[in-house]
Structure formats: C-alpha cells, structure tokens
C-alpha cells in the first residue's frame, strides 16, 4: 500500500510496497526476501527480464536464507504509488535505469540506492527530492544466473541504511522491514562516513584484484607492500572527506576473506561487461584533488586500467 503525505510511515504492522530497480544479484535477493516476507514487490526491468519475472517469480538460492520462490510483479517503468524504491543496478547503468523511475511517479516514496562510490546521492538528489534519497551499503555475495535466478554465495547478508535529510523514522522503520525479511540491517546516522567506510574497502580490493587479473589471496600476498600502500592512501583521503580512517583494520579484513575471493569489478573484465572504474577509481581521485591528498598508487593504477580498454 502506498502511504499518503501527512502519514509518520510507521511499517512495523504494515506490509510495504517495493519498487526494485534493477532485479540482479542484490536486487533479486532483495526482492526474493521481501516478497517472501508478505510485501508488494514490483521489480522494474528491461522487459525480456520483466517477463520472466511474471512468468517465474525469483528463485533465490541461498545457505543463510534457504532455497524459495516468491511471486513478484514486474513492469519496464514504475507506474503504481510505492513506500520504497531500491536501486540496485551498477552505476554503468544507472542513467538509463532512472527513466524507468520518473520523478512523478515516486511521489513521496523512498529512494534507496544500493551504489558503490561516494558520489551519486548528490546526483539522486539533484534528480528527486533530497529527503527521500535514502543511500544504503550491502555487504553481501549474491549472483544473477539467469533473469530471476538468484545465487547468494556468502553466509551473510548485512545493510547499512542512512540518508542526511530524511526522517529518522523512515529509517528506522525501513531498516526493521528488512532486517524482518533477512538481511541484518542498521541505520547509522553519519552518511558521509558510511559510504566512504565502504568505499575504503573497496576500491583497494576492486582496483588490485581487476589491474592484476589474480584473487584477492594472491594480491594479499604476492602484492602486498602495493595493497598496504593503496590502503594507506584510500585512508587518508577518506579521512580528508570526512570518512574513517583505519588502514589496520581494512588489510585485517582483506585477510580473513578466502583467498579464491574476486571483487566484483574484476568479475565484469573478466566477462566483458562495463566496468564501474569511474564511480569507483575516478571517485576516489576527484576526491583526493579536492583535499589535496596525493594519490600516486590510485592514478597509476586507474591509469593503466583504462589504457587496457577499461
């Protein structure tokens, strides 16, 4: 059911309805979740894909969250009033995705952007109203084999929900949806510091794993005094945009993954698929300009990346 304006949208007894933009790896499981879970999903979708999904439903395959189907709806463009609209296309796709979300037709609904990089809340916002823009950050493993088919590879699914400007209640009441449906989920209240916490992590991970072709063990270990250096350097620009600031902590994680893990930017060169090298590695340079912070090991690393054809 779609809430009208004057509504506190409290969700704890309500079933929502969710507009998924975007039905791959994370959207799928999403969708799956909270379809599963009673709400109104509506997933938006190229319309090959959006027939499938009328046909199908999604089936998720999962250790954590068990094997299902759920019955979804599917459309090319958001047409019906939602309570929230999750964006979980790659920001190679994302320009084109939006027209399928017309300003008009999300009225006062969330926007919840599921987007690696720092910089597209701003770019959402100059697009939609800026209290609904609600951006989020997954840590999960989860594959689109084939439309609505879903694989969720890691034994966690975990979400970061925050949104400087929107309603805390909104927040929370979302949050408590989700983490209903399954994914272990939290509201924090520094927007700027999520993302880049992400971002932190990340573009060391993407950048090494895809410039080199190897695993992440193999970065870890054969390129290690280059993997510490990008993490000290990603550090101090996060620190410089107002982001944490734990290079420790960041290679300690690095290391407590399996060494066969790839990062999903290296999963795309590997199959020919656009890469996400500006919102992740031309971020993160913009970034360093804008404070100042050198960035030797990010240009170089950005620089023969795209002479590769990336």
């Known amino acids: 059911m779609a809430h009208d304006t004057h509504d506190t949208h409290d969700t704890r007894d309500d079933k929502l309805t969710v507009a998924v933009l975007g039905p791959g790896g994370i959207g799928g499981l999403l969708a799956g979740l909270l379809a599963r879970a009673g709400h109104r999903v509506i997933c938006l979708a ?164 895809t410039r080199y072709g190897v695993p992440l063990g193999e970065v870890r270990t054969a390129r290690r005094d280059e993997l510490t250096a990008l993490v000290e350097e990603t550090a101090a620009i996060s620190r410089a945009a107002g982001g944490p600031a734990d290079p420790a902590q960041a290679l300690a994680r690095y290391d407590a993954f399996p060494p066969q893990t790839k990062s999903s930017m290296q999963r795309d060169a590997e199959t020919g698929r656009p890469l996400e090298l500006d919102a992740i590695g031309g971020a993160l340079l913009r970034a360093a300009e804008r404070s100042g912070v050198p960035a030797p090991v990010t240009e170089r690393l950005v620089r023969e990346l795209r002479a590769a054809g990336h």
């Open 46 to 209: 190229g319309e090959e894909t959006a027939e499938a999904l009328r046909t199908s439903g999604i089936r998720v395959r999962s250790g954590v969250f068990g094997d299902f189907t759920a019955r979804v709806e599917a459309d090319t463009e958001l047409r019906t009033p939602v309570d929230v609209c999750l964006v979980a296309v790659k920001h190679t796709a994302l320009d084109t995705a939006l027209d399928r979300v017309p300003p008009a037709a999300l009225g006062e609904a969330l926007l919840v952007p599921f987007l690696n990089g720092v910089e597209h809340p701003a770019a959402l916002r100059a697009r939609y109203r800026a209290d609904l823009v609600a951006p989020a950050v997954i840590r999960v493993e989860s594959t689109r084999v084939a439309p609505g088919e879903i694989e969720h590879g890691s034994p966690f699914a975990e979400i970061d929900l925050t949104g400087d400007g929107v309603a805390k209640e909104r927040l929370v009441s979302l949050a408590e949806v989700l983490g209903a449906a399954g994914p272990t989920t939290r509201v924090l209240p520094d927007e700027t510091a999520t993302l880049w916490a992400k971002m932190s992590f990340l573009a060391p991970f993407a950048l090494l794993t």
